[in-house]
């Protein structure tokens, strides 16, 4: 005869999958953090190799940010960060993936349809960036630097953030 011992591991694979998502996610905003960049971005260039899809990459800096933490705290700062990111969503075109980078450095990679695509998703996330917002009764501004390189300038992942952070005046 046959004997057979089976396990429910269904808690199992649910708590790896939400280590998983711990692991690549940015708890303050949501957005995937520099640990799920460095998987989704080799995804970009080996599709990039398959077909030429080619891709850009915006380097987003918050410009004086440490102001804001020292003026109003590093609550308000948080609290800044979080109606930043609500913005570049919002702003975002639909088939782009955005990353917390650091503390206030930003990445999106956006695969291009066309290359106009690149300055008019720029002049949106900059916008969206740079209008003011009130939080807890205080007026903060923020602005960013924000620079651009595609991948079929560089050829290079390396290169690809390098340039694009480069060119963030």
């Keep these: 005869g046959l004997v057979g011992y089976f396990m429910d591991i269904t808690d199992e694979v649910e708590e790896r999958q939400r280590l998983s998502h711990l692991l690549q996610t940015d708890d303050l905003t949501g957005f995937f953090n520099r640990r799920a960049y460095k998987d989704v971005v080799l995804q970009y260039e080996e599709q990039y190799k398959t ?13 004086d940010f440490k102001k804001i933490n020292d003026e109003f705290g590093h609550e308000y700062g948080n609290m800044a960060i979080i109606a930043t990111s609500k913005a570049l969503s919002m702003a975002a075109a639909e088939n782009s ?5 650091g503390g206030d ?12 695509e690149i300055e008019v998703i720029e002049k949106r996330l900059l916008k969206a960036i740079d209008s003011p917002r009130k ?15 595609t991948y079929s300038e560089t050829n290079s992942l390396s290169s690809l953030i390098e340039l694009a952070d480069k060119r963030n005046d």
């Design 97 to 101: 993936v955005l990353f917390r980078y």
């Design 105 to 116: 450095e930003f990445v999106v990679l956006h695969q291009l349809q066309s290359a106009d």
């Design 51 to 63: 077909n030429k899809t080619d891709f850009v990459l915006y380097m987003i800096d918050l410009d």
């Design 135 to 149: 939080i807890d009764d205080a007026k903060i501004v923020t602005k960013a630097s924000i620079g651009h390189a």
